[in-house]
C-alpha cells in the first residue's frame, strides 16, 4: 500500500459539501482516509477572485499506481462539476492534487509528484504541517514544518468556521 497525501479544495458551489463529497468519493475509490487536516479558508492564489477557497489535507492508504490514480482524480473531479477551462489558475467546484506519493519522484505528462508548487502555497503547507510535520520533502530535503517555516507565500490562511459556529 502506499500512503498518498491529497490537497482538497474549492471556491465555488457549497463549499463544504464539495469537500465532503470529494472525501467519501476519494474513500470509496481510492484508498482509505487515514489521516485528514482540520479545514482552512485561504485567498486565492494566482488570480484574483471574490471567493474565497476551503481546502483539506488528506493522507490515504492505497493500492493504485500513480496512472490509476489520475484516472480516478479526474472522475472525481468530473463528478462534482469540475470544468477545466484551459487556464492555469481559475475559480473551480473542487481541485484534486496530489501532493506526495510515498518517497516517489514522478515526472511525467500526466503527474508531477511531489507536487512542483507545493514549497510554495501556504494554504497547502498549513494543513499539510497539521497532519505530517515531520514528512520529509524527497527532492529537499526538509521536513513539512521547515517548508512552512520558509514559505514566501504571504496569502492569507486560517481554519475554517463554518457560519454558526
Known sequence: MARVYF?????????????EEARN????R???V???????????????????????VLMVETS????ALMLEISYIESKLGREHQGIMYSSRTIDIDV???????LFTPELIVPHKHLHKRRFVLEPLNEIAPNFIHPLFSMTV???????PDE????RYQPVGA
Open 7 to 19: 490537497t482538497i479544495g474549492g471556491n465555488l458551489g457549497a463549499r463544504e459539501k464539495n469537500l
Open 64 to 67: 493504485l499506481t500513480p496512472a
Open 99 to 105: 501532493l506526495f506519493y510515498d518517497q516517489l519522484v
Open 155 to 158: 496569502c492569507k490562511v486560517w
Open 30 to 32: 481510492i484508498g482509505t
Open 145 to 151: 514544518h521547515e517548508l512552512l517555516s520558509s514559505c
Open 34 to 56: 487515514s489521516k485528514q487536516s482540520a479545514i482552512f479558508e485561504s485567498e486565492p492564489w494566482g488570480f484574483s477572485s471574490n471567493d474565497n477557497f476551503l481546502g483539506q
Open 25 to 28: 468519493l476519494i474513500s470509496a
